[in-house]
């Protein structure tokens, strides 16, 4: 696999995480409909007004990584700053929710933490 290739797998690989991410995080998100419609020109963006935990995150990138089988330890690395990097969900339930009151939207509890 040559390079170019090589980065368009990873950035499809990107999207898969992303929409799982997205799925899981609070509240859900279609993530493939929202990247067809465009990234937001007023108010948050939409990474900051979804909450899923770090830990959570990292589950599902290592679970999608290990279906896809990267060939290597780099691949993996690039995949998982680009996700990180990208536009995950908000790792920060006050952040989260700070956004959410000033886009008018109601707060979000952290599931994962009952």
């Known amino acids: 696999m040559n390079w170019q290739q090589f980065q368009k797998k990873a950035e499809e690989i ?15 998100m279609n993530y493939r409909e929202q990247l067809q419609k465009g990234e937001k020109t007023e ?3 939409h990474y900051k007004l979804h909450y899923l935990p770090l830990k959570q995150q ?3 990138v290592q679970r999608k990584l290990r ?11 690039i995949v998982k700053s680009q996700v990180h990097m990208g536009a995950s969900p908000s790792t920060s339930l006050k952040q989260v929710n700070r956004c959410r009151k000033k886009e008018g939207l109601e707060p979000v509890e ?3 933490e009952k």
């Open 14 to 28: 990107v999207h898969q995480i992303l929409e799982q991410m997205y799925k899981e995080a609070e509240p859900g």
């Open 58 to 60: 990292r589950v599902i």
């Open 67 to 77: 279906e896809l089988k990267l060939p290597n330890n780099k691949a993996e690395q």
């Open 43 to 45: 108010g948050e963006p």
């Open 110 to 112: 952290d599931r994962w």
